[in-house]
């Protein structure tokens, strides 16, 4: 099963500037997550945002939630090369531990 | 030690052969998970163990079977598989459930599965 879409499906951008990533889900949550996939290799969390929670921080990273809109962005700043990835939100459901995944950004930093 | 292995990196299998995938946590996780995923897709969650008991199975086809034969261990048996099978297969681990809900699961780098 998947959770719902994800946009832009791709994005290219400069070595410097911000990379906005934008999550949308059909369910009631109890958290929303974000995840780097390399080279389709293992995933690697990034940052966890509770549904009580409208905004998270860490390091570049900002996110914020919307359970009235059931959406979530992700905002890289600064980006940078290494930042080329693919991004991918999930969420966990309210009654269980029912990860699943949103259809991902492809994410092309050019240096 | 914050990683979950698996095994193999890399398997290519015949349509009647039977083989396993294996997945190691040993950071006390008492959930953990198996996806699939196919080319630039996002990873299918097929199934929970909680506990080591199966909590979710996502429908998947009886040619794969799971197993978790401890609180650090989880198999996923093939049998019978269908070229269309050819697959990332992930696996991944988190704490637990309930107020241990709200944590991040920690993959493994995966096996890629080429049925032939």
């Known amino acids: 099963s998947q959770q719902g879409e994800e946009d832009p499906q791709a994005l290219s951008i400069q070595e410097g500037e911000n990379a906005t990533m934008n999550c949308s889900y059909k369910?009631?949550?109890?958290?929303l997550q974000w995840y780097r996939q390399n080279s389709g290799r293992g995933l690697v969390h990034l940052i966890l945002?509770?549904?009580?929670?409208r905004e998270k921080h860490s390091g570049r990273l900002r996110v914020t939630l919307d359970t009235s809109k059931k959406s979530s962005s992700l905002l890289i700043t600064a980006s940078r090369a290494a930042d080329t990835a693919s991004y991918f939100c999930?969420?966990?459901?309210?009654?269980?531990?029912?990860?699943?995944f949103g259809a991902g950004t492809i994410l092309r930093v050019k240096s | 030690d914050t990683e979950v292995t698996q095994t193999p990196k890399h398997l290519v299998m015949g349509m009647t052969n039977k083989k396993s995938l294996k997945c190691e946590q040993h950071?006390?996780?008492?959930?953990m998970y198996w996806y699939k995923q196919k080319a630039k897709k996002p990873p299918e969650l097929m199934f929970v163990?909680?506990?080591?008991?199966?909590?979710i199975n996502e429908s998947v086809p009886s040619r794969f079977s799971p197993e978790c034969p401890n609180s650090s261990l989880l198999n996923l048996h093939l049998h019978a598989l269908q070229p269309e099978d050819s697959a990332l297969y992930l696996c991944?681990?988190?704490?637990?459930?309930?107020?241990?809900?709200?944590?991040?699961?920690?993959f493994g780098q995966g096996t890629r599965l080429t049925v032939v």
């Open positions: 950071m006390g996780h008492r959930a």
């Open positions: 999930a969420t966990d459901s309210e009654y269980g531990n029912k990860l699943v």
């Open positions: 991944a681990s988190r704490r637990g459930t309930g107020a241990l809900l709200n944590t991040e699961a920690f």
């Open positions: 945002i509770r549904s009580n929670e």
């Open positions: 369910t009631s949550i109890n958290n």
């Open positions: 163990y909680s506990y080591e008991k199966l909590s």
